[in-house]
């Protein structure tokens, strides 16, 4: 896991978390309201699994109030747990030995 604040350099990853920096041009998708725990995951994954993405060093990082909210996303033990095994269902998919 790589975080702006965790690299020196530019770092090219198979999925960025559910804060996004790109603007919402970019985004195959309004990611607010999401109607369900892995709807960023899903779009990514299975719909721009070849879109390149990348964390990009910045000590420049702003955490909203909303990302402490107990009703965002992952707010919960059971949205952590269903994120995860999607997760992982494709990640296996992808990357089998």
């Known amino acids: 896991m790589w975080g ?5 350099a530019l770092t090219k990853v198979d999925f ?3 804060i996004t ?3 919402r041009s970019l ?3 309004d990611l607010r309201n999401c109607p369900s725990e892995v709807e960023d995951l899903y779009w990514q994954m299975e719909r721009y699994p070849k ?3 990348y964390v990009v060093p910045t ?3 702003k955490r909203y109030p909303e990302s402490f909210d107990p009703g965002r996303l992952c707010g919960n033990k059971r949205s952590r747990e269903i994120r995860q095994k999607y997760y992982q269902t494709w990640y296996l998919r992808n ?3």
């Open 16 to 18: 960025v978390g559910v």
């Open 51 to 53: 879109a390149a993405k």
């Open 59 to 61: 000590a420049n990082v």
């Open 4 to 8: 702006t604040g965790n690299t020196k």
């Open 27 to 29: 985004l195959p998708m």
């Open 95 to 97: 990357y089998k030995k």
């Open 21 to 23: 920096a790109a603007p």
